[in-house]
């Protein structure tokens, strides 16, 4: 199963819980992040904005394998995390990976929001 076939069985509400104010799928927001892979300069969409009760804004993957690029772009995501979270003025912000089972993507915003 691709990630694409593993996010269009993932319903919105399935994304829903208490410790969620607000999800975004980021198909039509246009949030990306510019990273650099093998010299060339690429720019990714991840796959959702999640936005916690606790104030905390959640950057959320939803990925069913690993390759280099894809954790080359969870390093320049980070990077981006910690460049916005230092700069103090955007709200706390992070970043997680759900593979499957998308079970996961609610312990991952539980999980988030406790921190």
Not at 20 to 34: M, P, Q, S, Y
Not at 48 to 74: A, F, P, S
């Amino acid at each position: 199963m691709s990630s694409t076939e593993l996010l269009a069985q993932l319903p919105r509400s399935h994304l829903q819980c208490p410790s969620a104010r607000r999800v975004d799928k980021n198909d039509h927001i246009g949030f990306e992040i510019t990273y650099r892979f093998k010299g060339i300069i690429h720019k990714f969409l991840p796959d959702y904005l999640v936005r916690l009760t606790n104030g905390k804004t959640v950057i959320l993957e939803v990925k069913v394998q690993d390759d280099q690029q894809q954790q080359t772009k969870r390093e320049f995501l980070s990077e981006w995390v910690r460049a916005v979270n230092g700069h103090g003025s955007f709200g706390e912000w992070t970043a997680d990976v759900s593979r499957p089972p998308p079970k996961s993507v609610l312990e991952i915003v539980a999980k988030q929001n406790a921190s």
